[in-house]
């Protein structure tokens, strides 16, 4: 696979815009309790082990993934929290179009190429689960291509899609998610 030119400045951006989300959620936190008081705390602990993935790993991660349409955690803390993954597909036109009311996804395009429909309305969409929307496609959303180097950001509650039939692509997503705001 080799370096990718401009792929960590692309992942300090990633990293850099999950930093301001959560420091968002946590001023929500305390403008909520402002005016209360509480008992003192101490610094949290860690929810999961922490995660240094080289280079070297990562290509190893790639050339696995390549055999097949899956993807491989380095990083998952459920609902509330960040999840990490890298994921290959390969001429897959089954890609449900979704919106997300609680989490932003970042996507890093590591190999091949791929189009995203990013915008517009859901066509028909079903919750899935809660705050997790599903449609067979989108109405008036933007079609863009994605090779590798490419970065994509898609803040909560925007319409987006997949689209990989006739493609090959190996990405890399970044999911902050936080209770819905209201």
């Known amino acids: 696979m080799g370096r990718l030119p401009g792929f960590y400045s692309a992942l ?9 989300i959560a420091v968002g959620y946590s001023q929500e936190g305390d403008m909520s309790s402002q005016g209360k008081t509480s008992p003192a705390r101490g610094p949290s602990m860690a929810a999961q082990p922490y995660v240094v993935a080289t280079a070297k790993s990562i290509d190893g991660i790639v050339k696995d993934l390549a055999s097949a349409n899956k993807l ?10 960040c999840r990490v993954y890298i994921q290959h597909e390969s001429d897959v036109s089954t890609n449900q179009a979704e919106v997300h009311d609680a989490a932003e996804d970042v996507f890093l395009i590591l190999e091949g190429t791929a189009i995203f429909v990013l915008g517009g309305k859901l066509d028909s969409p079903q919750e899935t689960q809660p705050g997790e929307w599903r449609a067979p496609g989108i109405a008036g959303g933007k079609e863009f291509r994605v090779n590798k180097g490419d970065i994509l950001i898609v803040p909560r509650g925007t319409p987006h899609r997949r689209i990989t039939a006739g493609l090959d692509v190996t990405l890399m997503l970044i999911k902050a998610s936080a209770p819905a705001r209201n």
């Open 12 to 20: 300090m951006a990633a990293l850099l815009l999950l930093m301001v």
């Open 72 to 81: 491989h955690d380095l990083i998952n803390a459920g609902n509330v929290g």
